[in-house]
C-alpha cells in the first residue's frame, strides 16, 4: 500500500471519529455555565468579582477562563447550539491534524510513524472531546511542542513576541498554560547552550511567566496542581486513572499503560543512535506527564499531545499492507472504546421551558451534572443551588450531597434552604424517595423528574 493510500485512510479515518465524537453527543455541561458568564460579562462590560447565580448565597469569582466564557456566547447567540458545536469540533480537527503534522515531519516524513502516534493521541484525547476550555489548551499544547521541537534553537524576539501573544490568550481562556513554561523550561536545561543562550532563554521564560500572570488570578494561577484538592472526589477528570473501574475504562487504562512500556521499551532500544541530551529531554518531557495522568486524569491531555516529540525515535518504522489494515481496523474498535468514556447527557429542554415560563423567584435544586443548564435557561428568573463551577463553600457541597442522596438529615437541610423547586434524574435517591412517597413529577422528559413539594 502507497502512501497516498494510507493517507486517505488516515484522513476519513480522523474526520469520521471526531465527528461522531462532537455529533452523536450533546453539548458538555459546562458548556452552558460558561455561555451564562460570557453573556453577563458582555452584557455589564466588566467581569465578574462575584459569583451571583446560586440561590445560596453570593460568593468570590475569579472568573480565569473569562475569554472562553466570552468567545462561547457570542458564538452561540450568532449560531445556536450546533453553530459552536461546529466551531468546537473545528479546534478539535486542527488539534489532531496539528499532531499529525509535527508527528510526520519529526519522524523524517514517515507516515507510519506519523499515523501510530497520531491514533494514539486521538484515542487518549476522545474522552475529553467536549466544548470546554480544554479544547484550546490541546490545541495551544501542540503548537508549542511544534514550536519547541522545530523552532527553540532558533528562539527570538519575533518568536517571544508570538509566544507572548499565545500565552496571554491561552492564560485567560484555561490555567494550563503552566505546563508549556515546565516543557520550555526542560528544553532550556538540556538545549546544550552556551551561558549566554541559556540566560536569554531564562529572560524568555521569564517574561511569558509574568504575561501568564496577567489574568483575574494574577500569579495565583500557578497553584493549579494544588488547587481544591477537596474537590477531587466529586470531580471525576481531576480524580486518579486507577479510580475508575468500568470495562470501558479498564481498556482505557490498559491502552494507557502499555504505550507508556511501549514507548520506554523502544526509546531504550534506540538510546545508542539517538543523542544523549534527546533522550533526556524527551524522557523529562513526558514520563512526569504519563505518571501526572496515573493521579489525576486531565494531565493525560498533555501526556498524548507530548507523543510527536518522539516521533524520531520511530522514524525506521515500515508497516507492511496487512499490518497497516490490520492496525487501522485496532484503532477504530479501541477509538469507540475510548468514545463509549465520555458522558452524553440528554437535557430535559421541554421542562426547562416550562420553568421559565411558569415559575418565578424559586431555587431550583438540580442533579449536578444539568446545573449549568438549568442556570443558562432560567437565571435570572429563578437560581440553581450547584452547578460545575463549584465557586460555593464546602459546606453548600456537604449540603447538596445531603439532599441528593437522601442523607441521615436531607430533610432539614430542604427545610434550611426552604427548597420546593427539584429537577432530578430518575437514577438519584432523592427521586426514587419521592416517588416512593407519592410524590409524582409534574414532568418527567429524558431521564429526568421535575417535583414541586409544598
Known sequence: MNNKNKIYLILIYFFAITAIAFFYFDVSSDLWWHISSGKQIISNKVLP????????????????????????????????????????????????FLILFNSYFLSLKNIDSAFIITSLSLFFLLPFTEERPQLFTILFFSFFIYFCANKFNNINFIWLFLLGILFLIWVNIHYTVTAAI?????????????????????????????????NPDG????????????LKQYIREWQGLLKFSDLNFLIYQIVYFLTGIFI??????KYNNISKIDVLKQFFI????????????????????SFPIISIFFSDIKIKKMTFILLYILFILIS???????VNINYPYNIIKNIKTKIYNECIFSSFEIGGFVEFF???????????????????LYDYSAIYHCEENFKDVIKKYNLKIFLIDRNSPLFKYFILNNIKPMNFEKGYGLFIVK
Open 49 to 96: 468579582e462575584i459569583d451571583n447565580f446560586y440561590c445560596v448565597g453570593e460568593y468570590k469569582w475569579y472568573n480565569h477562563e473569562w475569554l472562553f466564557d466570552v468567545i462561547s456566547f457570542l458564538i452561540y447567540n450568532k449560531t445556536g447550539k450546533y453553530g459552536i458545536k461546529i466551531f468546537y469540533y473545528l479546534i478539535f480537527v486542527i488539534t489532531i
Open 182 to 214: 515546565y516543557v520550555l523550561l526542560i528544553y532550556t536545561i538540556f538545549s546544550g547552550k552556551n551561558l549566554k543562550g541559556l540566560l536569554l532563554n531564562i529572560f524568555f521564560i521569564l517574561v511569558l511567566i509574568f504575561i501568564s500572570a496577567l
Open 219 to 230: 500569579i495565583k494561577i500557578f497553584n493549579f496542581f494544588s488547587k481544591d484538592l477537596w
Open 264 to 269: 520506554t521499551i523502544y526509546i531504550i532500544k
Open 286 to 305: 513526558l514520563f512526569p506527564f504519563f505518571i501526572s495522568g496515573i493521579f489525576s486524569k486531565k494531565i493525560i491531555l498533555f501526556f498524548a499531545i
Open 336 to 342: 469507540f472504546l475510548s468514545l463509549s468514556n465520555k
Open 378 to 396: 432560567s437565571y435570572p428568573e429563578n437560581k440553581v443551588f450547584l452547578n460545575g463551577r463549584l465557586n460555593a463553600k464546602k459546606e453548600i
